[in-house]
């Protein structure tokens, strides 16, 4: 396992998903039930989706590099762009979300009934999502499926665990249009050393 690869597809993915529907939902279903419960249901989802994102990076790396970077240069400056684009409405929307998530959660159940919820409802949020495509980029791009893995899984244990345990508070503290023009900047700086790595190339 490569720790640099690992360490970058974590604070990427950290980064991207701090401000993302990820953090409201973890949050507002810790209040509806255990958070220990919460945070396992989440983060089998989060396992499961990072495991398909992976497995299509590994594909792709099937196909010519030149494509795969390209590919993966549209993918950041498309993730650039979309965090660009939602930062100024994204701390009313955060309201929005936390409504939505608030009305999916049903009253308190047990354990396992509270994991496999939240299982659920992060399962059917995810799919698509721009941790997900840059999952793939990463996996496409550095050629190392396990290191990516480890960082992606770990980044959005971290997201969720925080969530759980101190959303509230973060939130208090954070503006999520700020987050997103964070993680908006580390898109264009992975598109700027991919272009890079395109012309030099």
């Known amino acids: 396992m490569d720790l640099a690869v690992a360490a970058l ?3 990427t993915i950290f ?3 701090l401000p993302d529907k990820t953090f409201i939902a973890a949050l507002v279903l810790s ?5 220990l419960a919460v945070w396992i249901g989440v983060g089998l989802a989060f396992l499961v989706q990072t495991i398909v994102a992976v497995t299509a990076g590994a594909l792709a790396t099937l196909l010519p590099d030149l494509l795969i970077k390209s590919v993966a240069l549209v993918i950041f400056l498309a993730g650039a762009f979309v965090l660009f684009r939602t930062a100024p409405g994204a701390d009313a929307e955060e309201k929005e979300q ?3 998530y608030a009305a999916r959660a049903s009253e308190p159940k047990n354990f396992l009934r509270a994991a496999v919820a939240s299982f659920l409802v992060l399962f059917a949020a995810e ?4 941790s997900q495509l840059l999952t793939i980029s990463l996996v496409a791009k550095y050629h190392d499926h396990v290191s990516v893995f480890v960082g ?7 997201v969720s665990g925080l969530a759980v345990l101190m959303g509230r508070v973060l939130l208090r503290y954070m503006k999520l249009s700020l987050l997103h023009y964070i993680g908006a900047g580390v898109c264009l700086l992975l598109a700027a050393f991919t272009l890079y790595e395109i012309v030099a190339g």
Request: no cysteine; glycine share 8%; net charge negative.
């Open 31 to 35: 209040t509806r039930y255990r958070p």
């Open 152 to 158: 992606a899984w770990a980044a959005l244990l971290t």
């Open 9 to 11: 597809a974590f604070g």
């Open 127 to 130: 799919w698509g999502d721009l």
């Open 98 to 100: 936390e409504q939505e």
């Open 15 to 17: 980064l991207v998903e």
